[in-house]
């Protein structure tokens, strides 16, 4: 089936803009992650969304950011009047963690490259 | 909150030797431990996990370790392929809580 898609797959911005990332996740999968990823660097958690519960929003690093997910399904991750720090690729992955005995599997999207000018 | 480190950053091996990658995590609540491939351009792919009530698990060519007293696990790759070259990422995450702790990553490649 398909697995988890991203647009767009590249974004170059104006310091200042607002933009928004898109995340289709795996069909049925109920959890859904974003990180940010810098050149060299680690994944870094941003947020996470399991079902209709309350997301997990400690990894976002500022008011900047913010992020939501309709229907249980899509989710966008907005950043508001970008900084040049802003600039990584933007993660999404989706896993069936959380229902009784599935895996902690996570898969990843393509990722968007955001380039902040 | 879980703090992992990862070592090498870099790793350069001959095809056919063998390679591996450390990471130690400071959260003994930590329970389950995956290991994620990142091809060049490509996304993360995992290839193989742990839990924390077992020592080792192996899949063909690849293996990891865990010392939950040391709070440490490896991988290990054996009899290497240039296929293998890649970004290798660990992961903790506690028992509590959603996040996973990623390593920064270690640059591997396998000289032909």
């Known amino acids: 089936g398909a697995g988890v898609s991203q647009s767009p797959s590249n974004k170059v911005t104006e310091k200042g803009k607002d933009v928004e990332l898109r995340c289709d996740p795996i069909s049925g999968h109920t959890a859904l992650y974003w990180y940010r990823q810098s050149l060299g660097q680690g994944l870094e958690f941003l947020i996470y969304f399991q079902g209709n519960s309350a997301p997990d929003k400690s990894g976002l690093p500022s008011d900047r950011f913010s992020a939501e997910r309709t229907g249980g399904s899509v989710s966008t991750l907005t950043i508001q009047r970008t900084q040049q720090e802003d600039s990584a690729v933007y993660l999404c992955?989706?896993?069936?963690?959380?229902?009784?005995?599935?895996?902690?599997?996570?898969?990843f999207g393509p990722g968007t490259r955001l380039t902040v000018t | 909150g879980e703090n992992v480190e990862q070592h090498p950053s870099t790793l350069s091996v001959q095809e056919g030797d063998s390679a591996v990658i450390k990471c130690t995590y400071s959260?003994?609540?930590?329970?389950?431990f995956p290991w994620y491939k990142q091809e060049l351009g490509k996304r993360p792919q995992l290839i193989i996990d742990?839990?924390?009530?077992?020592g080792e698990k192996k899949d063909q060519r690849i293996a990891v370790t865990l010392n939950k007293t040391a709070k440490h696990f490896s991988l290990h790759i054996t009899e290497t392929q240039p296929e293998d070259s890649a970004v290798y990422f660990c992961a903790a995450k506690p028992n509590t809580g959603n996040q996973f702790y990623f390593g920064t990553g270690t640059s591997l490649t396998v000289i032909p």
């Open positions: 742990i839990r924390s009530n077992v």
């Open positions: 959260d003994s609540a930590s329970n389950y």
């Open positions: 992955a989706s896993s069936l963690m959380g229902l009784a005995g599935s895996s902690y599997e996570q898969y």
